[in-house]
């Protein structure tokens, strides 16, 4: 089945790219398809998935669909990496994805004013795009040394639960770092809701209580971990065990006070 090329389309002639922003909650970013005219049909050659958390790319996704994964740890950013391939590779993967004709169109083309303008849209797009979320600070705040929680009850127009925010101090102002939706119906914790915004959902059939999941984890030292994970280096590392352990019994007896009250309401 024939691809149908989107409406952000850059690029003349039989080779063209298309550019859209992906939300897919567990992970978001920049996505451009490399187009080529195949019997009077626009077929896609190769795909670029610029993620946060599992960047890829896709050869003939159309046909043989090899998926490669971006290492960021070798590579760095994979929208720089994508961008610089298409100025000095794109020929040579266009081959790889199956397309020989359309690869010599490309190396004989003088496409870099389509790099130069896909580049600057892709550039902007990553900024625009970014889906992020910011919620409410909680109505009971306790501090934890280089982070605080913030604990509330939210109702929501088809579910509720608990809500514990861990919040910090980044260049000076209050964000979220992480927050954990303990909802009866769709529990689910972010990794940096004002920032990547890595949404997780949780398996009910698994783990019945979310409530109950999330105070384990916060109490069995994952906490750290998942800062790190979020991009807040700094504040995993100044993380007090003493401190936090005393400030999770606050965090816990008033949420599972809440939770109570909740449903006796």
Same mark, same amino acid.
């Given at each position: ?16 790219? #298309? ?67 298409? #100025? ?35 550039? #902007?797009? #990553? ?139």
């Amino acid at each position: 089945m024939k691809k149908k090329i989107g409406v952000n389309i850059i690029g003349i002639g039989r080779i063209k790219f #298309s550019l859209e922003y992906r939300d897919l909650l567990s992970d978001q970013g920049v996505c451009i398809s490399v187009f080529g005219e195949v019997e009077g049909e626009d077929v896609e050659l190769l795909r670029f998935d610029c993620f946060d958390n599992e960047p890829h790319y896709h050869y003939g996704p159309e046909n043989q669909n090899e998926r490669l994964m971006l290492d960021v740890t070798t590579e760095g950013d994979s929208l720089d990496w994508v961008l610089n391939k298409f #100025s000095e590779r794109l020929p040579e993967m266009i081959e790889r994805a199956g397309y020989q004709e359309l690869s010599e169109d490309a190396r004989s083309m003088d496409m870099s004013s389509s790099i130069d303008e896909l580049s600057a849209a892709a550039r #902007s797009l #990553s900024v625009s795009g970014r889906k992020t979320v910011m919620h409410d600070r909680g109505d009971i705040v306790v501090e934890a040394g280089p982070i605080r929680f913030g604990v509330e009850y939210r109702h929501l127009s088809n579910d509720e639960g608990v809500a514990i925010h861990v919040l910090g101090d980044v260049n000076g102002e209050e964000i979220e770092l992480l927050t954990f939706d303990c909802f009866k119906r769709a529990p689910h914790y972010h990794y940096g809701p004002r920032a990547k915004n890595q949404r997780m959902y949780l398996d009910q059939t698994v783990f019945p209580d979310s409530l109950k999941w999330t105070l384990d984890l916060l109490n069995g030292g994952k906490l750290g971990p998942m800062l790190e994970k979020a991009g807040y280096l700094d504040h995993a590392s100044r993380l007090n065990p003493s401190i936090l352990l005393e400030s999770m019994e606050t965090v816990s007896q008033a949420a599972l006070r809440m939770e109570e009250e909740a449903s006796q309401s």
